[in-house]
C-alpha cells in the first residue's frame, strides 16, 4: 500500500509520528552524547585535582627513597573513588610503584604513555579505546633521576553505570513525551481535520439525499471554512436551480388541474361578474341621486371597496382560468416594468417603499405580451409592497442572463417561511387576510407561456427576491398572435 492511498489521518499520523521519532531521536542522541562527555570530564577533573594535591607530598617521600610514604598516600587516594589504582611509572618505562603490587619492578605494559617532559603539569586526562579504559596522569619531578609519571586509574564503572541510568532515564522520558505528542497529535487531527471533514461529508450526504435547505456551514477561518464556504455556494445555486425546476414542473401540473377546475371558475367568474357589474352601477346611482349624511356616505364607500375586491378577484380568476394566448410584439422590458411600478404606486403601503430602479443599459427588445407581462410585474411588485408594511426598499433590476433576459424583484419584507416556499404558487394559497392567493399563479402561467423560467429565493425577516427569465422570443406554439 502506498502511501497516497492511505486515509488522510492515516497520513497525517504516520508522517507526525515520523518527525517526532526523528526529532526527538536526534535530540535525545545528541544529548546523551554531550551527556556523556560532561559526565566523564567532571570525573576526569576530580581525579586530576587530587592527583595534583597529592604531587609534591609523593615527590618528597620518593625523592628521598620513601617508597612506603608515597604508597601510603597513594593507597588513601584510590580508597575513594573515583580513582581506582595507580602506578609510578619511571622514565625508562619501568614501574617503581603500583596499587598491584605484582607490577612493581616491572616495565609498563600496555598503551604506551606520552613521554613525561610533554604532560603538563596540570595533568593530563587519557582516554583509551572503549568506556572502561580512562586515566589521569601527572609529572612527577626529580623521581629515579628524572622526570616519572603518575598514572591515577579512573573508575569508569561508576561513569558507565551512571549514564545507563541517564539513558534509560532519557528513554522513559521520551516515550512517555512521544506518547502524549501523539495523544496531542490525534486529538488536533480529530479537531482540525476530521471533525470538518465529517461536517462536510453529512452536509453533502444530507443535501445529495434530497433535503432542502442543507448548507454545511463550517464556520472556520482556515482552508476547510473556506471549502465549507464554496460548497454551501455550489448547494444553493445547486437548490436554485432545483427550485426553478420545481417552479416549472408545478405549473404544468396546475395547469393540467386547471384544465377543469379552470372551466368551472371561468363560469362562476362569470356569473358573478354581471351581478357584480349591476351592484356597482346601483351604487353609484344611488351615491349621486340621494342625499346622505357623512356616516351613511362612508358605509356606501367600504361597499365600495368590498366590491372592488370582488371585482379583483373575479378578473384574477378569470384571466387565470383563460389560456394564456399571447399577443407577442417587440418591446423593451424597462417600459413594462415601468408601467407596473406606476400602476402599483398608487397602492397603500406604497409611499413607504423606496424604489431602487436598475435596468440593464442594453436594454434589448423581447418579443412579448406587454399587457400580460405588466400583469406579472405588476403582482410581483404588488406582493413586494405589501411585505413591507413597515416600509423598506424595493430593488427592481433587470439584466442579461442566460436564456435571455433576466428581470429581479427583491424586498426586504417579511419574507416567506420554509414551510410556505412550496404553496404560494398554488393559486388560492394566501397568508393575507384579504389576499385571493391568485397572483403568483398568474404570475407563473404567463412566465410560463413566454417560455421563461421563475423561481424565489426567501429569508424570513430579511426579505423575498424573485427571479424571472425571458428568453428573446416566447417558444413558437406561443409566438402567433391569436
Ligand atoms: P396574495 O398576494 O393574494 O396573497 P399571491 O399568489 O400573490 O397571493 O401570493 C401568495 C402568498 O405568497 C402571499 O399570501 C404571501 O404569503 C406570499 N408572498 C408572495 N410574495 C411575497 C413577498 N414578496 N414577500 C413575502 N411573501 C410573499
Ligand atoms: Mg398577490
Redesign the pocket.
Given at each position: 500500500m502506498r502511501l497516497r492511498d492511505l486515509s488522510i489521518r492515516a497520513k497525517v499520523l504516520v508522517t507526525g509520528l515520523g518527525a517526532l521519532l526523528f526529532v526527538l531521536g536526534v535530540g535525545a542522541l545528541a544529548s546523551f552524547r554531550y551527556w556523556e562527555r560532561e559526565q566523564f570530564a567532571l570525573t576526569a577533573e576530580h581525579a586530576v585535582l587530587a592527583a595534583r594535591a597529592l604531587r609534591p607530598g609523593i615527590e618528597g617521600a620518593l625523592a628521598h627513597g620513601q617508597v612506603g610514604a608515597a604508597r601510603r598516600q597513594l593507597d588513601a587516594l584510590v580508597a575513594r573513588p573515583p580513582a581506582a589504582g595507580y602506578r609510578v611509572v619511571l622514565n625508562d618505562g619501568r614501574v617503581l610503584v603500583a596499587s598491584r603490587r605484582p607490577e612493581e619492578g616491572l616495565p609498563r605494559s600496555g598503551t604506551p604513555l606520552p613521554d613525561p617532559w610533554d604532560i603538563p603539569t596540570d595533568g593530563l586526562t587519557l582516554r583509551g579505546r572503549g568506556e572502561s579504559a580512562a586515566s589521569v596522569v601527572v609529572p612527577l619531578a626529580g623521581v629515579g633521576g628524572g622526570r616519572a609519571t603518575l598514572e591515577l586509574l579512573l573508575d569508569t564503572r561508576r561513569i558507565n553505570a551512571a549514564i545507563r541510568r541517564g539513558r534509560s532515564f532519557g528513554l522513559a522520558l521520551t516515550t512517555v513525551l512521544g506518547i502524549a505528542y501523539a495523544v496531542v497529535l490525534g486529538l488536533m487531527l480529530e479537531r482540525e481535520i476530521m471533525a470538518p471533514l465529517w461536517q462536510l461529508k453529512a452536509g453533502l450526504a444530507r443535501a445529495s439525499a434530497g433535503e432542502a435547505g442543507v448548507r454545511v456551514g463550517l464556520e472556520r477561518k482556515d482552508e476547510f471554512g473556506r471549502l465549507g464556504a464554496s460548497v454551501d455556494a455550489l448547494l444553493a445555486k445547486e437548490e436554485r436551480s432545483q427550485q426553478l425546476a420545481v417552479t416549472r414542473g408545478r405549473a404544468l401540473a396546475e395547469q393540467a388541474g386547471f384544465a377543469q377546475v379552470g372551466a368551472l371558475a371561468a363560469q362562476i367568474g362569470h356569473e358573478i361578474k354581471r351581478p357584480l357589474a349591476g351592484i356597482q352601477s346601483a351604487i353609484e346611482l344611488i351615491s349621486q341621486e340621494y342625499a346622505m349624511s357623512d356616516g351613511e356616505r362612508g358605509l356606501l364607500t367600504r361597499v365600495e371597496d368590498q366590491l372592488q375586491q370582488v371585482d379583483r378577484t373575479v378578473r384574477d380568476l378569470l384571466s387565470l382560468a383563460k389560456p394564456v394566448g399571447l399577443n407577442a410584439q417587440p418591446a423593451h422590458l424597462s417600459s413594462i416594468v415601468d408601467a407596473a411600478l406606476v400602476r402599483v404606486s398608487g397602492t397603500p403601503g406604497a409611499d413607504h417603499v423606496t424604489v431602487i430602479r436598475g435596468y440593464d443599459p442594453a436594454d434589448p427588445e423581447l418579443v412579448v405580451d406587454s399587457g400580460r407581462l405588466e400583469q406579472a410585474v405588476t403582482?410581483?411588485v404588488?406582493?413586494?409592497i405589501?411585505?413591507m408594511p413597515e416600509g423598506g426598499v424595493l430593488r427592481v433590476t433587470t439584466r442579461p442572463a442566460e436564456g435571455g433576459q433576466e428581470l429581479v424583484v427583491a424586498?426586504t419584507?417579511?419574507?416567506?417561511p420554509p414551510k410556505?416556499i412550496d404553496q404560494?404558487?398554488k393559486p388560492f394559497?394566501?397568508?393575507?387576510p384579504h389576499?385571493?392567493?391568485?397572483?403568483?399563479?398568474l404570475v407563473a402561467r404567463i412566465v410560463e407561456a413566454h417560455g421563461g423560467r421563475l423561481w424565489v429565493e426567501?429569508q424570513v425577516g430579511r426579505g423575498?427576491t424573485?427571479h424571472v427569465i425571458l428568453p428573446p422570443t416566447p417558444p413558437a406554439s406561443q409566438g402567433a398572435t391569436p
Open positions: 403582482n410581483l404588488g406582493n413586494a405589501e411585505a424586498d419584507g417579511v419574507g416567506i410556505n404560494i404558487m394559497f394566501s397568508t393575507k389576499g385571493t392567493g391568485l397572483g403568483l399563479a426567501s423575498t424573485f
